[in-house]
Nanobody
Framework: QVQLVESGGGLVQPGGSLRLACATS????????MSWHRQALGTEREEVAR????????YYADSVLGRFEISRDDAMRTVYLQMNDLKPEDTAVYYC?????WGQGTQVTVSS
């Protein structure tokens, strides 16, 4: 059974940083592409970053390019999202996704 558990969300001021983590179990992590998505209130869920197996390639949504960085630690079965220069429009619930499964999400709120 695929399990994804996000952590690291919280309240941060504009310009601040947060690092999200997604701990996984139940599938061969090293053989899976991983991605982060977010959903703000009243909007559709959108993909913000994706990382291939062996970290060969990454993808970023235009809205986060240059500010967010996705990484993975295969030994720890964990994928990370480093978020810098956060803006109020980054406020959303952030979800980890892999193998057609979703985590429960972690709330990120950017506000002064």
């Amino acid at each position: 059974q695929v399990q994804l558990v996000e952590s690291g969300g919280g309240l941060v001021q504009p310009g601040g940083s947060l690092r999200l983590a997604c701990a996984t179990s139940g599938f061969p992590f090293g053989m899976a592409a991983m991605s982060w998505h977010r959903q703000a209130l009243g909007t559709e869920r959108e993909e913000v970053a994706r990382i291939s197996i062996m970290s060969t390639t990454t993808y970023y949504a235009d809205s986060v390019l240059g500010r967010f960085e996705i990484s993975r630690d295969d030994a720890m079965r964990t994928v990370y999202l480093q978020m810098n220069d956060l803006k109020p429009e980054d406020t959303a619930v952030y979800y980890c996704h892999a193998r057609n499964a979703w985590g429960q999400g972690t709330q990120v709120t950017v506000s002064s």
